[in-house]
């Protein structure tokens, strides 16, 4: 079945550790990509997202993605995390052609400790 | 309005009760979707609607559960003869784009749904 994969569900970090979580897609074709981040009592919120061009796309905060077509992933990463990036982060694909219906991951917790 | 907004924002009901949950997009979308978010099983997809087209319901989980948008503009999800794996929060986005390029989604808050 088509599907998006989050391989992690749980992560902990301390301040200023890097960052990079998995994220793996089964669609064919072209995809459009993104990553959403849901801090603590808000809502969900773009990140970052890649179209087409480059396949490295850098997002607010510090983050940034790498599109990999031939391994079908989009791994989110961020360099130095700080205990304000403390939140769930999903990936979601949008299978080009399907107009609009964002398939979403399970989703990343991510705990920074100070 | 500023942003994507749902109500009620908490919803404690009996099993075997109707429910509805209520999404006022931002102005000028034309696109409206229904999520579910439970523990640790993501955001699976409910329905979308996108202008006057015919809504995409592939992924409404049974006949229990129905969407209605009202003149291009608010939306109601309905869930008859609640169970209690209806439990989660629903949560609504709208977008003013939709094509092959889709863009950003605007999410509300949700509506936290708990059915005893």
């Known amino acids: 079945a088509q599907s998006v994969s989050q391989h992690n569900h749980h992560v902990i970090l301390s301040e200023a550790a890097s960052l990079e979580l998995g994220c793996n897609y089964s669609?064919?074709?072209?995809?459009?990509l993104f990553w959403y981040v849901q801090y603590p009592g808000q809502h969900l919120q773009l990140l970052l997202k890649y179209f087409s061009g480059d396949p490295l796309v850098k997002g607010i905060k510090g983050f940034e993605a790498e599109f990999i077509k031939s391994k079908f992933s989009f791994n989110l990463r961020k360099p130095s995390v700080q205990w304000s990036d403390t939140a769930e982060y999903f990936c979601?694909?949008?299978?080009?052609?399907?107009?609009?219906?964002?398939?979403f991951g399970q989703g990343t917790t991510l705990q920074v400790k100070p | 309005g500023a942003g994507v907004s749902q109500s009620p924002s908490n919803k404690v009901t009996e099993k075997g009760k109707d429910v509805e949950l209520r999404c006022d997009p931002i102005s000028g979308h034309t696109a409206l979707y229904w999520y579910r978010q439970s523990l640790g099983q993501g955001l699976e997809f409910l329905i979308y609607f996108q202008g006057n087209s015919a809504p995409d319901k592939s992924g409404l989980p049974s006949d229990r559960f129905s969407a209605e948008r009202t003149g291009g503009s608010v939306s109601t999800l309905t869930i008859q003869r609640t169970q209690q794996e209806d439990s989660a929060v629903y949560l609504c986005?709208?977008?003013?784009?939709?094509?092959?390029?889709?863009?950003?989604?605007?999410f509300g808050e949700g509506s936290r749904l708990t059915v005893l």
């Open positions: 986005a709208s977008t003013a784009k939709v094509s092959t390029n889709t863009g950003e989604l605007f």
């Open positions: 669609y064919g074709g072209t995809v459009n």
């Open positions: 979601a694909v949008n299978p080009s052609g399907n107009t609009g219906k964002l398939i």
